[in-house]
Every structure is written in C-alpha cells, then in structure tokens.
C-alpha cells in the first residue's frame, strides 16, 4: 500500500525520470491572474506559458499542485462532507509539455505510470477519448494495447477542453477506475455514468488548435499538453478503498477530530468537513489569505464558519478548530515548507476567527430555531436567510446544510430579491472610471527601459480609445498607447505607474497613468497636441520628479519591511503596499495594536539605515537561488524562474521589479504619521518620505504652537495646561450628571400623575423633551418605584433620532414583556430594539411618529393585561 505522501513523491520522481522539470507547487492566490479567485487546476500557474506569453527554461514539467474550490464557478463547497469526493482543498498532480512532446508519449506515461509503478490492473482501467480524436484512439487500442469492450469515444461536453470562448483549445483523453460491480454506475457516456462505480483519476488534455472568435479551429504550430489527476482519488484507489476520506492523509484528521469530539464514529459526516476543511483554511492562511467581508477572505471566513459549525453541531464547547494544525503539519509539511513556516500563524489566525463566530452562532442558531418553529411549510424564507447573513454573518450554504440535515429547502429566490437591494444601496454609492478591459487581449509586449534612464525613444504599437483598439487619436481625446520600448514604469507590485510625456514634432501626449496589459505597458491620458497614429516613433519622457518621491516611498518600505521582522518577529509579512509620490502604506500580518515606544524603535531604525546611505543594488538570478540566498517573496506576486533582486546594503534583499534610489540617502527623512489594523491579524503603517515628511513634522509644529497660544501656554507645558482643563472638565461632568439626576427624579413625579390605571395596573406613556433624553433610564427606573404594579414606555425625539425605554414591575412581566413592548413602539418609529422581560430600550429614524406610537400603548398593553 503506498500511503499519499507516496504516491506523490513517486509521481514526481517518475516524471523527473522522464526528464520533466519538477516545479513547486504555486500560491492558492494566483500570481497577476483577476480572472480566478483561487488556483482551481495544476495548470493555471502555466497558463501564460500555454499561451506563448512566458518563456520557461524547460519544455517539459511535472508538479502536484495545491488547489482549492470553494468560490465562484468551481465551487465545491456544499458538496463537502456529503459526498464521497468533494474537496474544498486538493492536491492536482501533473505533467505537461510546451510543445515538446505529444499524444503518443502523454498516453504512454500515464500507462506506464499506472500500470507498471502503481500497479493497477489494466482491466480496472477505462479509457475515454473524444468522438472525432482518431490519433489518440489509435495510440490507445493498437499500440497500448486496451481491451475495446473497455474503451469508449465521448462527445465536446466532456471531452473537449477549452481555456475560453477563443484561444487554445484541444480533445482530451480520460483514464477511469472501475470500482466493481458492487458500486452502482455504468460506464462513462452510459445513461447511468453518474453513478460511483466508474470514477476518473486521470485527465489528459491536448492543446492543438486556436478557435478564433468565429468558433474556427486552427492547429497550433507547437501543440502542448496539459494532464491532472487528483492525489486524493488516485489515493483511494491505490489504498483499496473508496471514500477519497478513507485515505491516510484523512484518517489521521478525522480521528483527532473525532478525539476532540468525543465521538467514536468515524463515517460522522460533520467529521468529514471538519477534516477537509483544516486543510483548506491552513494552507489559504499560509499563502497569504485572512479572513474578511470580501473576496478571497470571505471565501476562508465561509469554510472557518462551516467547520465551526459541524464542530458546534457535534458537541465541542471549546475553541478547537486551531487544534488539528499539528496533525495537518506532521501529515503535509514534509511536502510543503510553508505549512511548517507558518504554523503558528495559522493556528493564532485560526483560534481568533473560531473565538469571533462562537460569540454569534448561539445567538444565529437561536434566532433560526425560533423562526423555524414557527415555519409552516418545508421552505426557510428567503428574508430569514438573509437576516441570518447580514445580522449574524452565516454563509448561506451553512444555512443550506442546517436545511439539509432538517430536510427542508431555501427561498433563494427572496434571499437573492433582498440582496439585490442591498447591491442596489452599494452601487448608488459606487464610482467607476474608465474601462479599459478590452485591452487586456493585447499581444503586445513592451520593453522597459525605465530601472537607469527617464527618457527614451519608442514606437506606439496600440492605440486605445474608451478600451477599444482604434487607428488614431486625436486632440483632446483621451486613450491609451502602448510603445515596444519605454521608461515608463507601469503599476505593478503596490507601486504607482509613472506620469510623464510623450512626444513628437506637433505632438504631445500627457501621461497620467502607466499599467500593464500582459506583456504591455499602457500609456493612459489625453492627447494635448497633434495626431497620434500606429507605429509612430515617439520620445518618451517620465516625470522625474514624481518618480524621485515615488523611489524614495518605495525603498522606504523595504526598509520599514525589514525592520518590522527585527521589532515585532519573523512572523511579519506583507500583505498589500501602496508606493505613491505623496506616501508610502505598508499591510503586514501582525496580531495586535504596535505600543507607541515601538513605532518610536521603527521609525528611528529605518531613519537610522537611511543615513547610513548605502547603495542600492539589483541583480536577476533565479528564483530558488535567491530564496535560498535570504531573499523575501512578496504576498500575491507572480515570479518566474528569473527575478529580479533589490537589496539595500545587508539591511534588506527583497524580489522587487520595481524602481528604487541609488542610495538610502536619498530618502531623506522617514516619518510613521498612522498605525492601525484594517483585518482581522493585519495591521498597516502609513508613512511620509523626504519633503512630504518634512513638510508634515513642520505643519504638526505649527499646530502645536497654535494650540499652545490659545491656551496661553508654551509647546513645553502644553501637556501639563491639558490636563489641567480635563480634570476641570471631569468636575463639570459630574455636576452636570447630579442636575440631571435631580432632573430626572423630578420628572418622575411630574409624570406619576400621568399614569393611567388599566385592571390595577399603572400603565404609562409619555413623551420627554430633548433635554431629558439622557436620563430616560433613570426616569424609568424611578417610575417603577413610584407606581409599584407598572408597564411604562419614555421616548424622546433628538437630532431626528428617537430613543426608548420600557420598564415592567416583576409582577407583571408574564403578561407583558418590556422588550416586546419596546419593539412595537420602534416598529412604528422606523427602528428596532429588545432586552430584558423587566427593562429594554430601541431606537428608531422617524421622530414624528413617536406622538401616534406612544397613544396606541395603552391600548397595546391592555390588550395583554
């Protein structure tokens, strides 16, 4: 039996035999790709190298790739835990060519693969290919040698693989395992191929046409070759079972859980999502993922609130999500470093998300529970859906497995009406510039020539105007150019892209903007002058002194960079960067507020390094010798096996393509003018360079004397002539508080008389004008002590809010509620509340009907007394 680590490594092994370049496995966030939220497939880190947009050194690769599923239109989220192979996370083992080798030699390693170094029986084996592919049918039945009664030819629908509407496109060959007879199913292209008997383990796709935008099929000049096969189902197979969560891997996951449990029984299926999902949310932690309200963070919130949940459901009344990331490291950290690396990160990220939930589920599952009881049908209402997203933050599909287990269904039709009207609210306060999408097709490439000189010469090989491709522009109008060479830097890791000119005789073209479309450099502004058409040559001329502010911010957050890991820990990593002219802000993982004395230590070591004026240098290398070589990767980056270097004296060595000063010196000064946390586990420092901090220490001065003039006092004493004013101020405070009490009480006695006796019951309703609001808590309490048996309701209107208090004697409080009647009256007054049976409060958006609410509340309370 080979256990998964195996079976892995002997993939990789035996495809390095055939001399494929073992490549590590890439980021759960892809590098530069807007188009995928997660790395879904083992080819999505090749995919530029498909399409001729990268280079690589080797034309042959092999990889076991980590990939999750858990978002947008590969999303196997609610399958998880249910089925018997749905995974949030897994591991896509792979080999491909880049227009090396062919049909042939891919359907005779999987074979040979298969066969010889797996040892599975070739008559448990099926082969599929596409209906027209007579080449790969060929290969399979006369020089494999497949028994044709196992062998079937598909349709397109599943055995025609496409990247898109348009570009590379191929047929593919599928390789199945027969789980015997005893497993419902037919064989795949069977009516009855859904059922598990027939599972796919390997998909081998061949990129050999173009379809251009007609749906023509054109063969590529050099056809490639993309295969997967999921380590998980290949596992099961190999082990003799045939849940893929009866492997190893997953054995060893579900026991500890079941340990934390307290359970015995293994087949749990809340055992089963807890499992897959520690590995899901470990390794999106360890790649740089936190949670949040949106994005890739709301995905890893989604799956941290689904396992807590299954863990709630089974009894855990502890925190111990956090706890199975041992398990996890000992059964995957050989195979992937970064999972060790970060182990204490994901577990405190982890413990911190678990903790955060648990202080809503009870109230969630309560709230759900009481609408469920009074459901009268087998339909959860879409409005309670969403109250329990929005109020509680419960992911839809966690109220859909509830659903599932009491086997009821979701209105997603009303859930999705009433989040179309939150989207409404959001867009109509949403901005939207210039939409230059379409040039995101564009093969062209750009040179840059921007790391040693500001101005160049250039050819414009596209023009865009409004994002689509035109022949010319023309004064006045605003557009896009892409030159073959330019010194123009485009936005690109945190850093802003460069302004500047371009120009030709009668010809002036004004940079406002500088990004990358591919391999482009796009040129956005407005045409000053002249006419600007196709391959014209242009002189190209950045902004120096913009660029200038703009380095220094940069090589300043290198620095800031390196310092934070010496201040706070290696635990420090970057998160997001913004490198503009006016400022520099740094996001870094970090798990609390940073204490003034260490931001004091940050700033006078960063400004420490600046003066020490040490050269800035740049090297390529490759990308494991500069890892290995103390180099810091920087979170959501795409490298390729050459990089580009950036090191600071020993003090920083970074992989950084962008531009830099000569110098440390030339910073100038460094000044942290914000700190503050902006997610949960990620804290961020804004900070000012060179004339933008000097101007802003001058400004902060200038204040200062300000404040101390009209204080009558000097910079020196100002501390000590505040503090005398706030204990001044706290006296006055508690003065004010002692009148209002008196107030308060005195308004008690004034609004006894007012009461009205309904069956021996003194039911009061009153409105207090705007001075008395702040004592309504007293009034009530005041009130209660007066009148003895007693339901009262106060509210005040101000600054076009209103409050409200409800107050009910004990004696009274099984009749009526004081939180239900507090809820009617806000109801009314375009707000909601509750609390206690005796005491509650609301508040509420439309002060002129408070009169009308508060006369109905003696008919209210009647009616219950």
């Known amino acids: 039996m080979f256990s998964s680590a195996d079976i892995r490594q002997g993939f990789l092994s035996y495809f390095e035999g055939k001399g494929h370049s073992v490549v590590r496995s890439a980021s759960l966030v892809p590098g530069n790709d807007p188009t995928l939220l997660f790395t879904n497939a083992g080819m999505v880190p090749f995919k530029d190298v498909f399409t001729g947009r990268e280079q690589r050194p080797y034309t042959r690769a092999s990889s076991a790739q980590r990939c999750v599923r858990a978002g947008g239109k590969h999303n196997d989220l609610e399958n998880v835990g249910y089925t018997a192979r749905h995974h949030t996370f897994f591991e896509m083992l792979g080999n491909f060519s880049f227009g090396d080798y062919f049909k042939r030699e891919a359907i005779q390693y999987a074979w040979e693969f298969l066969t010889q170094v797996v040892k599975l029986p070739a008559e448990k084996l099926w082969v599929t290919v596409y209906e027209e592919d007579d080449e790969a049918a060929d290969i399979w039945l ?28 191929g047929p593919c060959t599928e390789i199945f395992y027969d789980h015997g007879p005893e497993i419902p199913g037919g064989p795949p292209g069977t009516p009855e191929e859904d059922g598990d008997r027939y ?24 056809p490639c070759v993309d295969t997967g096969m999921g380590l998980e189902r290949l596992a099961a197979v190999v082990q003799g079972v045939h849940s893929n969560y009866e492997i190893d891997l997953f054995q060893k996951l579900i026991r500890a859980a079941a340990e934390l449990a307290g359970v015995a029984d293994l087949e749990n299926s809340s055992l089963r999502v807890i499992a897959d999902h520690i590995r899901a949310c470990s390794f999106l932690i360890a790649d740089g993922v936190f949670p949040s309200n949106e994005g890739r963070g709301y995905v890893l919130r989604r799956i941290v609130r689904r396992a807590v949940r299954h863990g709630y459901q089974l009894g855990i009344a502890e925190p111990f ?49 009481e609408d469920l009881a009074r459901l009268s049908g087998r339909e959860i209402p879409g409005e309670t859906i969403f109250r329990l997203y929005d109020t509680y933050g419960f992911p839809v599909d966690l109220t859909g497995d509830i659903a599932r287990e009491r086997e009821l269904t979701l209105d997603m039709a009303g859930f999705e009406a009433c ?87 009668g010809l002036l073209f004004e940079v406002q903007d500088t990004v990358k479309y591919g391999a482009a450099h796009g040129h956005l502004g407005v045409l000053r002058e002249g006419s600007l058409k196709l391959d014209q040559a242009l002189a190209a001329q950045v902004n120096a002194e913009t660029r200038a502010r703009t380095v220094a911010n940069h090589s300043a957050t290198h620095l800031l960079h390196a310092v934070l890991r010496e201040v706070l820990g290696e635990h420090v990593q ?150 005398q004013l706030l204990d001044r101020n706290r006296q006055l405070e508690k003065e004010l508080a002692r009148l209002q009490q008196t107030m308060a009480s005195a308004a008690g006695s004034d609004l006894a008389a007012q009461a009205v006796d309904v069956k021996g019951v003194k039911v009061l309703a009153a409105q207090l004008d705007a001075a008395q609001a702040k004592s309504l808590r007293e009034t009530v309490d005041q009130l209660k002590q007066k009148l003895g048996s007693a339901v009262i309701l106060l509210g005040a209107a101000e600054g076009g809010k209103v409050k409200l208090v409800a107050g009910v004697s004990q004696d009274c409080t ?14 009314q007054v375009g707000g909601r509340g509750g609390g206690r049976p005796d005491f509650a409060q609301a508040g509420g958006s439309e002060p002129d009907k408070l009169p009308q609410a508060i006369q109905e509340v003696v008919d209210w309370v009647s009616e219950r007394l």
């Open 142 to 169: 006369k020089e494999i040698g497949v028994d044709p009664a196992r062998f079937s030819r598909i349709g397109a629908k599943d055995n025609f693989w496409s990247m898109g509407d348009t570009g590379p496109c």
């Open 199 to 222: 599972i796919e383990i390997w998909n081998l796709v061949f990129m050999q046409y173009d379809r251009d935008v007609e749906g023509t099929l054109h063969p590529l000049p050099k």
């Open 321 to 369: 999500f956090h706890r199975l990331v041992p398990t996890l490291v000992a059964e995957m950290g050989e195979a992937y470093p970064e999972l060790v690396e970060n182990q204490d990160q994901v577990a405190r990220m982890l413990r911190q998300e678990e903790e955060r939930f648990r202080e809503t589920l009870e109230q969630g599952m309560k709230l759900l529970d």
């Open 419 to 505: 989040m179309e009207e939150q989207r409404a609210r959001a867009r109509s306060a949403s901005r939207f510039k210039a939409d230059h999408s379409q040039a995101a097709g564009f093969e062209g490439r750009s040179e840059f020539t921007g790391y040693e000189n500001l101005q160049g010469q250039g050819s414009v090989t596209g023009l865009f105007r409004e994002g689509r491709t035109v022949n010319e522009l023309r004064a006045g109008e605003q557009g896009m150019v892409v030159l073959d060479r330019t010194p123009f830097y485009a936005e690109s890791g945190g850093q802003v892209g460069d302004q500047g000119w371009l120009r030709a005789e």
């Open 574 to 723: 970057q998160k997001g960067s913004l490198v503009a002219p006016d400022r520099l802000r740094f996001d870094f993982a970090h798990f609390e507020a940073i204490a003034s004395a260490q931001l004091h230590e940050i700033e006078d070591r960063v400004n420490a390094r600046i003066r020490a004026n040490v050269a800035a240098e740049a090297a390529e290398m490759g990308y494991d010798e500069a890892i290995e070589a103390g180099a810091v990767a920087l979170f959501g980056e795409k490298y390729g096996d050459k990089v580009r270097v950036l090191s600071l004296g020993e003090y920083s060595t970074e992989l950084c393509g962008g531009t830099h000063v000569s110098r440390t010196g030339d910073i100038g000064l460094f000044k942290i003018i914000a700190e503050g946390g902006v997610a949960a586990g990620v804290r961020r420092i804004e900070a000012l360079t060179g004339e933008g901090a000097l101007a802003w220490v001058r400004e902060a001065a200038g204040k200062l004397n300000e404040a101390a003039a009209l204080l009558k006092s000097s910079p020196e004493n100002l501390g000590v002539k505040l503090n």
């Open 814 to 827: 099984d009749r009526v509620k004081a939180g239900e009647l507090v809820n009617s009256v806000a109801t």
